[in-house]
């Protein structure tokens, strides 16, 4: 669902709700005011229940399929992410120490193009949340980061470049600079396989 | 009240006259709060248009502004809301004022605590998800985590206590059935039930089972505070939303309650009580309960069921609103010689508020949608929507109802429409702002924008503008009121 | 539900979670199954009894399939593991239909006959049907090993070998799930299955994290799910609530009459 086509649809009905409220506004000047008119709306009711109800069955049918949460895709690998104030680790083995904590956060972490990944978030401390821009800046996809829980997250990385990681959850007073990212690199096909076990750490 | 003896008359007028100064301290404190609450929050956005960056403030005011500007809005929200719902509803049930004056004194206890908190940099974030009060990295003294609890305490103990109340003066006057409204099901409409009396009855219920949710998350937020141990967080985190989703909807409802009951000294026609209000208020008691758990998508724990319930609910809950609320608003002005005042004006803009928010935030309780909204600053746009736009447009008409029906003074009607046009604009652009950076997946709660994501500081720096124009809005709104609000309380004072 | 999330095993990411807000790490020991799930299992031939030889793939391509590393000499997990998973796997239903399991020797002096005496013949429990046993070639048991994170060590002067307990669910020829242990409860074994037949847990708690109030406490060793402390705070508020209000509008029922009859006398 693109952010802005769901914005430009709130903008639309928005329109709409204010253009019916000022001409409701300005049918009051000079108005005398009888039962009839009052009973004109209200005749409006059930139609308009009809159409919300259809309305809202189609928006529920339609994006209830399209949930971001796991359903059967077998990933071609896992990545583990663990926050904790205020940074994220991202690797690809399971983070077992503190010290693979660290290197986990600094290393960076580079990842085959076209692949369909499947994030593991946790948190250490509070609820995070883990959340990923694509290169050009679009929210791809997120999920919590809470503490004694693993999240699985399936992104595709479709686009080579840079990935940033924000943290989407109120988290400390450094919660709007957290935030890690990983690269996603372009692998020819006849290099593919090779470059899938290089990439891996 | 047919049975009433003339002691029982003299009691009753009394009390009514206690609901009135109530009523009139809560708009002082309306009047009060408001606008410093709405300060913290041009704070809190000049920080993110980082036109503050040479003055460079402690972070830690930013965050702290924020938990006390989310806390305090929607304390003020709830409180002043019901007071002007229990206003409206003193015509019909006898309400115990002292319990009331109670609840008051304890509110303005817990508001107190939280300002000492803010003062000490407290800043959990109006959240305040559990377990960040206790695990700061360092943020914020532990002590001051206390003293929030204690807050919460007290802030928790006022509610419930007139929550009570409110269900102890209903039940006196009407049985359930009867207070839910259940006879005009059966095709009776006899006894007439106003409709003020159905909505504070749905809510007096949702409110007590939304404080005992708090209750709850109390309790664990001290098992972790006296123990040491670690509470499940997901449990606790299901707790705080449903409280504060809950309570922040009573707050909307409790505003829809005293418009049900004032627009029409306005539209000159009745409001009343029928077949398909009765139905909508008794499946907003159901939803409400379930719709919460839109707030816990991201939270892929969560059993999917769970899921589909709170979209399944977050869209019902808009039906009711769109087809008896909104309609009925519309019925009352179409072509009705209304009587438009500050007050009048206010109260229907409300709804217009009411239901641009709710589309915003019928599209973010779709799953598939939250997905890329959550905690971006398009939730800040919706509820925004619903409260700056809406239900403070609703309590400052409420006020304004107030204030000129207890002093009789003559409003000043360029004044009232400058007042009206530099909020209506102010309000809207400033949310606009926020619904624009929601949609480029601006993150919400940042003290400061990345580089990836300067268009969330552009739009900050836009939203000021508007936030000027509702500033000079509210300040007139104070001149206008305030006169008339000293004059009503020379009033009531003579008399 | 909860119940199914609270059933899958901990080892995801190695992480653990104690109370008092402390980290404890995993056993580097274990066999991690965050190090090696998803990745392709080699499909090299197995060789079974009766002289019949089989690709890996032919078993995985036919139904899901969970893959078992013992020896036929053990006098160690391999016994306990298989008993259990063959009364798990009985109890729970669908083995031979729906997934099946192969038990594969690591010891190269092991024969795919050898394998059913020791642990066919000698069981309690009837020959399944969807239970193979069969043995790899030494350069293909290394690439197996490699793929599924096991390994083994000879002990000095026995027989024997070190290894841990693991059976390895497989879907599509990809690993999706590692159970670690010397037996696997019914609610463990359906979690393999839940992943084996692509209904994922979309996320699960941590077990070993120490977090007070949970709705379902999970017992790892056995497998038990209770209801914990968690669940009765969440619905305490509405069962509580309500009846509170119903009882509020009874003793207001009950004073509106009263004051009924007090009017009546007086008039």
Redesign the interface.
């Known amino acids: 669902m693109d952010p802005m086509a769901v914005f430009s649809v709130w903008l639309v009905i928005g329109l709409v709700v204010i253009a019916v409220y000022a001409w409701m506004a300005v049918s009051t000047r000079g108005a005398a005011g009888d039962e009839a008119s009052y009973q004109a709306v209200g005749r409006i009711r059930r139609p308009l229940f009809v159409l919300m109800l259809v309305v809202l069955g189609i928006l529920f049918a339609f994006t209830i399929p399209r949930t971001p949460y796991p359903k059967g895709q077998i990933p071609d690998e896992v990545v583990h992410a663990v926050g904790k104030q205020f940074q994220f680790a991202l690797s690809s083995q399971p983070i077992r120490s503190d010290e693979e904590f660290l290197q986990a956060s600094v290393k960076p972490l580079k990842i085959a193009q076209g692949r369909l990944v499947e994030f593991r978030v946790t948190s250490l401390d509070v609820n995070h949340a883990f959340a990923v821009y694509d290169p050009e800046g679009k929210l791809l996809g997120q999920t919590q980061a809470m503490p004694g829980y693993v999240n699985r997250l399936l992104l595709r990385l479709d686009k080579p470049g840079n990935y940033t990681v924000l943290c989407l959850e109120y988290c400390g007073l450094s919660h709007h600079i957290m935030r890690s990212g990983f690269e996603v690199v372009e692998v020819s096909p006849a290099a593919s396989r090779f470059s899938e076990l290089a990439l891996r750490r | 009240m047919a049975e009433m003896t003339i002691g029982g008359a003299q009691e009753f007028a009394g009390e009514q006259a206690r609901m009135r100064t109530l009523a009139l301290v809560w708009s002082a404190l309306l009047m009060l709060l408001l606008p410093i609450l709405g300060l913290l929050g041009l704070f809190i956005r000049a920080y993110q248009s980082q036109i503050l960056a040479e003055a460079a403030p402690d972070v830690s005011w930013f965050y702290a502004s924020l938990t006390l500007h989310g806390l305090g809005l929607v304390g003020v929200s709830y409180t002043v809301s019901f007071v002007g719902m229990l206003y409206v509803l003193s015509q019909h049930v006898q309400l115990n004022t002292r319990v009331l004056w109670l609840s008051t004194a304890l509110t303005i206890v817990g508001v107190v605590l939280l300002v000492i908190n803010f003062l000490l940099r407290f800043a959990p974030g109006w959240y305040f998800l559990y377990p960040l009060p206790f695990i700061s990295a360092g943020g914020w003294a532990s002590y001051t985590a206390d003293i929030f609890l204690v807050a919460l305490a007290v802030l928790g103990v006022a509610w419930l206590l007139w929550e009570l109340e409110l269900i102890r003066a209903i039940a006196a006057r009407y049985p359930l059935s009867q207070a839910l409204g259940w006879h005009y099901l059966k095709g009776n409409p006899s006894p007439e039930l106003p409709p003020v009396v159905l909505v504070a009855t749905v809510c007096a219920i949702a409110g007590v089972i939304a404080l005992l949710a708090a209750v709850a998350m109390l309790i664990f937020f001290l098992v972790h505070r006296f123990t040491g141990s670690m509470v499940d967080p997901l449990v606790v985190k299901n707790l705080t939303f449903f409280f504060g989703h809950v309570l922040i909807n009573l707050a909307m409802y409790h505003g829809i309650g005293f418009l049900y009951a004032l627009f029409p000294t306005y539209s000159g026609h009745a409001w009343k009580t029928a077949v398909p209000m009765v139905i909508a208020w008794n499946c907003v008691l159901f939803l409400v309960m379930f719709a919460y758990f839109h707030h816990l998508y991201m939270d892929f724990a969560q059993p999917m069921w769970v899921q589909v319930v709170g979209q399944i609910a977050s869209y019902g809950t808009a039906i009711p609103a769109a087809v008896v609320t909104i309609l009925g608003t519309l019925a009352q002005v179409y072509r009705r010689p209304v009587r438009w005042t500050l007050a009048s004006s206010l109260l229907f803009l409300g709804t217009m508020g009411w239901a641009i928010g709710g589309v915003g935030a019928v599209l973010d309780s779709t799953i598939a949608i939250n997905y890329r909204f959550h905690n971006t600053l398009w939730v800040a746009a919706h509820f925004h929507t619903y409260l700056l736009v809406g239900l403070v447009f609703l309590m400052l008409g409420f006020v304004a109802h107030l204030t000129q029906e207890l002093s009789g003074v003559a409003e000043r009607v360029g004044l009232a429409r400058a007042i009206v046009a530099l909020l209506l604009l102010g309000g809207y652009g400033f949310v606009m702002m926020f619904y624009l950076s929601g949609a480029h997946s601006v993150p919400r709660r940042y003290a400061l924008y990345p580089f990836e994501l300067e268009i969330g500081t552009t739009l900050a720096k836009v939203a000021l503008l508007f936030v000027l124009l509702v500033v000079l809005g509210v300040l007139l709104y104070l001149i206008e009121v305030g006169r008339r609000w000293f004059a009503a309380y020379a009033a009531l004072r003579a008399s | 539900?909860?119940c199914r999330?609270c059933c899958v095993a901990c080892l995801?990411?190695?992480?653990f979670?104690s109370?008092?807000?402390q980290?404890a790490?995993?056993d580097?020991l274990l066999p991690?199954e965050?190090?090696v799930?998803?990745r392709p299992l080699p499909d090299v031939p197995v060789y079974l009894s009766g002289g019949r030889v089989a690709q890996l793939s032919e078993f995985w391509a036919a139904r899901p399939m969970l893959l078992v590393f013992v020896f036929s000499r053990c006098t160690g997990i391999c016994s306990p593991l298989l008993q259990s998973l063959r009364e798990t796997s009985a109890a729970v239903g669908g083995v031979g239909d729906t997934y099946q399991i192969l038990v594969l020797s690591f010891d190269p002096r092991d024969t795919p006959e050898q394998l059913l005496k020791r642990f066919e013949a000698s069981s309690s429990i009837p020959t399944q049907l969807g239970w193979h046993y069969g043995t790899v070639a030494p350069n293909h048991l290394r690439q197996l090993i490699n793929a599924t994170g096991f390994w083994y060590t000879p002990i000095a002067n026995t027989d024997q070998y070190d290894h841990p307990g693991m059976i390895v669910a497989v879907?599509?020829g990809?690993i999706?799930r590692v159970h670690v242990g010397g037996s696997i409860s019914p609610v463990q074994l359906r979690a393999l299955l839940r992943e084996m037949?692509?209904?994922?847990?979309?996320?699960?708690?941590?077990p070993s994290?120490?977090?007070?109030?949970?709705?379902y406490r999970y017992d790892p060793l056995t497998g038990e799910v209770r209801w914990d402390w968690?669940m009765l705070?969440?619905f305490?508020?509405?069962l509580?609530?309500?009846p509170?209000?119903?009882l509020?509008?009874q003793?207001?029922?009950r004073?509106?009459l009263h004051?009924?009859s007090d009017?009546c006398s007086?008039s």
């Not at chain 3, 037949?197 to 941590?206: I, K, M, Q, S, T």
């Open positions: 539900m909860v999330v995801l990411i190695g992480v979670w109370g008092q807000g980290v790490w995993q580097p991690d965050g190090a799930v998803y879907r599509q990809r999706v037949r692509g209904d994922p847990v979309r996320a699960y708690p941590l994290a120490n977090l007070a109030f949970r709705c968690g705070a969440l305490a508020p509405p509580v609530g309500f509170l209000a119903l509020s509008f003793l207001g029922r004073r509106r004051t009924a009017v007086a």
